[in-house]
């Protein structure tokens, strides 16, 4: 592949690994002289497919062996029979898989990806990578050597010298335009390494020099000098920013290099400085060149003013506290259909299930939404919500970095239009404040992953510090690195405290780097028919103390939904074929297995089916099995299920309590213990779902009924049989 020929770099993920690791794979292929276009398979037809040089997949595999969410509908369609058997003959492609070994289905959607395109005539680049998150470098060990082979394959420049050239082009990635300058930081380039920086340089579309600093210092002005000197000796041709020289360094410079500013380069970029964006605003003669594409470092102004006011009018809903800039944008990249899915919700109210003072259960929230008049759902359906940081950890990142909390942003640049897809990522509306962008962005207390280290390697500013990040990152490193991060359960943030000299990094180009904060799924715990016009959810406050006894942590979604009160507005996607892993049959008999809040989907299908049952219609008969801790403390929607389950011949409910005893017993105790009724059912073609945990929960529970049915089928070969019907078609787990 030529130099600058494009190529789709497409991921299919579910919490958002595969999704990093694409971008980060798009960087290297941009890096040696690609034009990736990076996006979600949710957005990949099968023509773009077949029109594309190459495409490189990253997938995860998610539930039992499944594709996630993202690429469910694109799987669809490679999978249907009809298509014709050389339909991407023309294609070249790899595919790197992240996964667990720890799960029987290893990477199952990655293997099963290249089989499907190989049937369909593609020709492999290079062999499927199976990332293990197991693996001591993580899932992403492996995926370096993947893109520089593909980039080899491709014949693209210099792709065995990447890491070299990685420093440069990061420090080149996207500027953000703010109309206070010197509050968002930037860091000027290194030029000590003449020949490196002038190769580096060469694979840009555009180059942006910032010559910052008020009023310039002399320092400053002779690595102005410097640059300019570079490129211009290197020939090559860049764009200059400058808020703030003084006339006299301007001449000199002017006269120095026989140019005139404002200078216009290449891409339309424009030197401006305050005065001379105020006199164009003026007199608009920008003829082919947009105002967006300035580096807009003016005072605050009436336009922008404006514009801020209404985008948080829009936001507003009832007397909420919270400001959202969130809405449909911010996930509708990754998931098919959810644009029309996205909701305003307000929150009725938030109470507490469980009494955790005087017990050793899980904090549980009930939380009520009301929809607005217009909303539809299924019974069984999955909601996706967008967490927010907590504030805390937001003001802390804003500490570490200096940054102002309430610096507007007005507008984003890449440099280099090799990097355009890096702005798919923001997904914010501008103008917006840096408070914001964090505070909704930013995956602070996310895990760092071993690239992620890699990454940040290159943003220290203090040697030793970038030497103990590579190390963190590599695999001589390994040990250290588990007992550092995995053990104490170190956070993002706790990673920028511990190395100061990141904190010198730009805003920009750490936004750039650390992985975004994704929406989390929780399965709807209401019924349409009996719960009109609301939303209910049944959620775990995520709280533990890390093995090394570091400081609390807390889950980012379910606190933030912890702490919502009446009035505030949440945003939420309700994704219809999210709930297919259960995908509840009313009219087939049903045996359901919950444990903890995997009682979720069940209370709100189960209220369905006894609405529907009230008008008469012949719905299925339900054994249900359902698990707590303690009767006293965690017996969730207690009087739910006295109601569903009274009066109805055909509805049959089995508690277990798994601490009340001196012996615990689980669930699947219960299945051996109710054996007869659980076969009657299953000779009568009931479908077993299953919700809870994703720990041990629903292995133990296929067991149970594979042993129900060994004490019942004696014939080997008949009992492998049904076995084999029960996990391919007869049990629906929802584990999370
Ligand atoms: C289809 C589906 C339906 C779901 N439905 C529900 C539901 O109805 N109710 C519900 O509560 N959740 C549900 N979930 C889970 C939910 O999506 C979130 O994963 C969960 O709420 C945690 O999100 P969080 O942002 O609060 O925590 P995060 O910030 O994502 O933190 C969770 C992470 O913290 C770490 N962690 C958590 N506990 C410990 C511990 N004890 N020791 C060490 N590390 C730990 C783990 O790394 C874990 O991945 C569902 C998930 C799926 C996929
Ligand atoms: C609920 C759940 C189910 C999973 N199931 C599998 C599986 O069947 N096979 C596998 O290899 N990995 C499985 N994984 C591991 C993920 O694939 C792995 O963590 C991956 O890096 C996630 O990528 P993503 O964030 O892009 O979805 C599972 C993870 C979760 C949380």
Redesign the pocket.
Known sequence: MAQGRRLLVLYG???????EMAVHGSSRLALAGAAPICKSLSECSLQSLQQAEAAVFVV??????EA?LTMRRFWMTLRKRDLDQACLANLSYAVYG???SS?P????VARRLDIRLQALGAKRLCDVVLGD?QSPLG?AQGLSEWTDRIASKLKLLHSDHMDKYLHTHQAMKYFLGSRDGASVKRKPMDFSDYEETVHSLSLCSQIVLFANGNPLSKQMCSGTKNAFSLLRLAGLSFSYFDTSLDQEIRESLTRRFQVNPPFVCGNGSILVSRDELRALEENITLGELSLQRLMCFQEPGDRYERSLNDDLRAGDCGENRTQHMWDSESISNHIPGIRESILKATVKFVSTLTKGRDFDVNDVRHVELKLPNEYRYKAGNVALIMPRNRPCCTERFLRLLRLNGNTIIDSINVSNSSFDFLLNRLNFRLPCTVREIVSSQLDLEGRPQPYLLHLLSYFADDAEEAERLAYFASTEGVEDRIEYCEKTKRTILNVLEDFPSLCKADFSHLLAILPRLQPRAYSIASSPLAHSQELHFCIVVVEYRSPLGRSLKKGVCSSYVSGLERFDCLPAAIFPDFGCGLAFNFFKPAIVIAAGSGIAPFRGILWERKMMKEQSLPVCSVLAIVGFRYRKADYMYEKDWEELFSNDHDAVLKLAFSRDGKQKEYVQHKIALFSDEIWDALTRGAVIYVAGS?GAMPRAVEEAFIKVAAERIRDPRSLEQWTHELKTKRLRVE??
Do not use: I, L, M, R
């Open positions: 993920s579910q919490t958002g690994t595969a999704e995860s595999t998610t539930g039992d062996g996630p992240c996964g667990d799960y289905k290893f990477n199952a998150e899932v994703a584990s999370w």
